[in-house]
């Protein structure tokens, strides 16, 4: 089908204007520029041997292959890992339907028509009068607003950086889930420790409180020794359900990090056989690149920055485009063959005179929202600076406490031992060995705790400083979104 002549150079005419009125066009509100950022040159507690380990899957350091396959299982069947993978696919969808604003709308319509009127007195005279008459029309529509402001593409451009600050959540969503899995994990294996110590040191006091009861009873020793060894099998006694609460309580958390209903976990190396990993490298300034947190900060920064200019562009008039081309015939039969053709074509303006508050309320909010975001931007950042030497200064000084602590475990073996030797040589009472072996028994379960705490820490130095390390994680999840193109945000007119 072709348009008459008349239609087609009016139409070429409209098509010409439109152009200039784009040529001339702009993008209102201000385009991001990032804020500067004030960073410390190094951190705080950075050890001397760091090595670059940030862009490695760390956990493998700790040789266990239960814990490797326990955060696979947990990349591939977390929830939370699902529901962020679909809050991408939502944003990018969010992306797709405002970017379309930017082109025509193109349709179809049609419609059918039977209706009956009276009859005039000249009917009788014209044979074969159609009454009842029909008719018929069917045509193609097309609407297109011209963003001479850049109000949609500054739409584009927030919903761009939403796509990206969403994937950003993601990856963060990522980078938790494998710190909590190792972590937890680690704790398990820690109260492991701990139970293994207790149920020992309980069956060293029941032979005590055995061997008691039977000189007690031959008139070798007295009651009050006796009741000394039930209290202190009673107290380590009353450790145990403590830590098997603390057990199971773990197991189950795990277990729904990993993707399974709350049930028993599979144990690797103990506590004591894990290797501890190696410190990663990093400078401060480093972080704003491979901290999801901090990208989704700057992400959401872009596109508040953005809905300024989309908001001042309300101020302007809005110009719209409506086209028509169809047929129309009273014969259903002949409606796409017969003679009768109908278009149009029109163009509308629209603006705002007097909104009372209406356009410049909405400015306001916009710029607000940018200077909240601005401020979360550089409170991100100094949070992730903290958390890096908090992490740092955490791994060192428990470095420090368990060396402390392992000595302090020896020397009370020491003095339990000779306390005990003391005792059955005649040469010092009871309570000796009493008070010696209440003081090794809660140092054992801190030597187990601090052991764990301190492979806890170096998961936390990993957690703070991002790295590579979480796009090879994230790879393990099966179900990357895949992220947008550069371009689909529209580069600006300007």
């Keep these: ?63 266990d292959p239960v814990l490797d396959q326990l955060i696979e299982e947990a990349l591939k069947h977390n929830t939370n890992v699902q529901i962020a993978a679909a809050n991408v696919e939502q ?51 097309a609407s297109w607003e011209l963003d001479l402001w850049g109000r949609i593409r500054r739409q584009s451009e927030a919903a761009y950086a939403n796509v990206l600050a969403t994937d950003e959540a993601r990856r963060g ?32 006091y029941k032979e005590s409180v055995d061997l008691f009861t039977l000189q007690f009873q031959y008139g070798q020793v007295s009651m009050m020794n006796v009741a000394q060894a039930q209290s202190q099998y009673e107290t380590a006694a009353a450790q145990i359900p403590l830590i098997e609460q603390q057990i199971e309580q773990t197991q189950n958390s795990l277990a729904v990090l990993i993707g399974r209903d709350p049930g028993p976990i599979l144990r690797g190396k103990s506590v004591y056989d894990l290797r501890l990993p190696q410190v990663p490298a990093g400078v401060p ?32 008039p809005t110009i719209s485009l409506t086209g028509a081309f169809g047929s ?87 003095y339990s031992d000779l306390a005990r030797m003391q005792y059955d040589g005649g040469y010092a009472p009871y309570s000796t060995v009493l008070q010696a072996e209440q003081a090794l028994f809660p140092a054992q379960l801190n030597l187990a705790a601090v ?7 170096a998961v936390n130095i990993y957690k703070s400083m991002g790295g590579g390390w979480v796009t090879l994680a994230d ?4 179900s990357t979104p895949p992220a947008p193109p550069a371009s689909a945000l529209p580069p600006p007119l300007f």
């Excluded at 007195?121 to 009842?132: G, K, Q, R, V």
């Excluded at 790879?475 to 099966?478: D, L, N, P």
């Design 173 to 204: 969503v990522i980078l938790t889930l494998v710190a909590n899995v190792a972590n937890s994990y680690l704790q398990l294996r820690g109260l492991d420790a701990q139970l293994d110590v207790a149920k020992k040191t309980l069956q060293t």
């Design 328 to 414: 129309v015939s009273s014969d259903l039969s002949k409606l796409f063959s017969g003679p009768a053709k109908v278009w149009s074509y029109a163009g509308t303006v629209a603006g705002p005179i007097f909104s009372f508050g209406a356009v410049s309320g909405q400015v306001a909010q916009a710029e607000s929202q940018q200077q909240a975001a601005l401020l979360n931007y550089q409170l991100s950042i100094r949070n992730a600076f903290a958390d890096v030497d908090n992490a740092l200064v955490a791994n060192s000084k428990l470095r420090e406490q368990l060396d402390a602590q392992v000595k302090l475990v020896a020397a009370l073996q020491q």
């Design 285 to 316: 300034s480093s972080l704003l690149e491979r901290r999801p947190d901090l990208l989704q900060a700057e992400q959401q920064l872009i596109a508040a920055n953005a809905q300024i200019g989309a908001a001042k562009a309300l101020y302007f």
């Design 91 to 141: 944003a990018a969808a969010v992306l797709t339907q405002t970017r379309s604003q930017l082109f025509p709308t193109i349709g179809y319509g049609a419609g059918a028509q039977r209706e009956r009127s009276t009859e005039p007195a000249f009917a009788a005279l014209i044979p074969n009068y159609p009454n009842p008459s029909s008719a018929y029309q069917a045509a193609l529509q």
């Design 1 to 63: 089908m072709r348009l008459p002549a008349a239609g087609a150079t009016e139409m070429r005419r409209v098509g010409a204007a439109a152009l200039l009125l784009l040529v001339a066009g702009c993008t209102l509100g201000p385009d991001y520029q990032r804020p500067p950022v004030t960073s410390p040159q190094a951190f705080q507690y950075a050890p001397q041997d760091a090595a670059q380990t940030a862009d490695t899957l760390w956990w493998q350091q700790f040789q």
């Design 475 to 478: 790879r393990q999840t099966g």
């Design 451 to 457: 052991r764990a705490q301190l492979f806890a820490s």
